[in-house]
């Protein structure tokens, strides 16, 4: 159960039920709260949802200036960070890191939400307090990773689907007890594969089924259908497939009655592929992705969280400048995992004697990108190694 001080500093608004008969069903609108309850002859029972809760949720998330820490690498995932600067990965050295990361002074002036792993969730800091109570004390909203990651699609080219309905409600009942006010659903898509119309399909129909029973258990999905940097593809090729991605995700999420008001988005920038011997500027790239929005993207949907996607440091916070030089309906920010702790992590080393430099340097990529999200952000003064390119082939959490 999470702590007195989280629930009374959280959003938590009481829910009450309408009894008219034997069923239940969730109300897909803010505007549908308010109605009146059904007349006994409709034989249901219309219960009162999560709905201003949820839109409450996202909203804070999607404040202006501010962005998500995305810190919910697996611990298989998070052991291969450890060890790229020698660490062993066991959780004593997990928790370290990740109490360097919620405990920073001030971060939450940049950063609106934090993505966990369960084990995070669940989890103290080195000094004894929870990591939800450390984060709402910053005035950053916790949020839980809950797919179950990818594993091959039978009868497709090659791809993948991301495994977790099964047991997700009862789970994200347990996660919005423990504190957690949004989720967060990665599933991938390859160009080089294809990406055929059966992987385009799973993918969507994924994330909606997972929309759908996050608002039902109170938490703001993050849908996030990941198009991968892989290939020697132009940016046009990516334009295409993201275009018919997103049109296939939004039909889903409104055949599963997702209130589009209470979810947040977290969408590849449209760039070229990562072998692609022509290089985008960050004008083009805002415009292409700019372009897919508008044709894409509901006004409802109050955030647009970019992921990085390998991008370096730099690259990334540049791009999302670029997208803010122009007026759009919608809160277009950040939710990034490496470019936001790869120099942090590098220069904590595992050394206590350097979380303070650490912090300090997860300061300056945070209040970069803030800046980027107000469209300030100029580039002046950043390290060689923020603008190192980190590219993984094929690279999954």
């Not at 809160?331 to 790869?342: D, P």
Request: charged share 20%; glycine share 8%; hydrophobic share 40%.
């Amino acid at each position: 159960m999470a702590s007195a001080s989280l629930l009374n500093s959280s959003p938590v608004l009481e829910k009450s039920e309408w009894v008219k008969g034997g069923q239940s069903i969730r109300l897909p609108s803010t505007a549908a709260v308010r109605c009146q309850p059904a007349t006994a002859s409709s034989g249901l029972t219309i219960r009162a949802s999560y709905a201003d809760e949820l839109v409450k949720t996202a909203k804070t998330v999607a404040s202006p200036g501010r962005g998500i820490l995305a810190m919910d690498e697996s611990n298989a995932t998070c052991g291969k960070r450890l060890a790229s600067i020698g660490l062993e990965n066991t959780e004593a050295n997990r928790q370290a890191y990740r109490t360097l990361l919620v405990s920073a002074p001030g971060l939450g002036q940049y950063i609106s939400g934090a993505i966990l792993f369960e084990e995070t969730l669940y989890q103290s800091t080195v000094d004894g307090k929870k990591m939800v109570d450390v984060l709402v004390e910053q005035k950053i909203v916790p949020g839980i990773k809950v797919d179950k990651g990818l594993v091959p699609l039978a009868g497709s080219n090659n791809e993948s689907w991301c495994q977790g309905l099964d047991g997700l409600a009862s789970r994200s009942a347990a996660y919005y007890q423990q504190g957690a006010r949004f989720a967060k659903w990665r599933t991938v898509v390859s160009i080089p594969n294809g990406p055929s119309a059966l992987a385009v399909k799973e993918a969507a129909w994924g994330l909606a089924r997972y929309a759908a029973i996050s608002q039902d258990n109170g938490l703001v999905p993050i849908v996030e259908p990941e198009i991968l940097l892989d290939g020697d593809h132009g940016i046009d090729r990516t334009f295409e497939v993201a275009r018919k991605v997103w049109a296939e995700v939004f039909f889903y999420l409104a055949e599963n009655n997702v209130m589009f008001e209470g979810i947040l988005l977290k969408p590849s920038m449209v760039t070229p592929g990562a072998e692609c011997k022509e290089k985008a500027t960050p004008e083009q790239v805002a415009a292409y992705t700019l372009k897919l929005l508008r044709t894409r993207i509901p006004p409802s949907v109050p955030g647009i969280m970019f992921l990085s996607g390998g991008q370096s440091e730099v690259e990334a916070t540049l791009n999302l400048n670029a997208m803010n030089q122009q007026p759009n309906p919608w809160h277009v920010s950040f939710s990034y995992a490496r470019a936001l702790q790869n120099t942090c992590l590098k220069t904590w080393g595992g050394r206590p004697q350097n979380v303070k430099a650490a912090q300090d340097t997860l300061l300056v990529r945070a209040k970069a990108n803030s800046l980027a999200q107000l469209g300030k952000y100029t580039g002046e003064g950043e390290s060689e190694e923020a603008k190192k390119g980190m590219f993984v082939k094929g690279y999954v959490y």
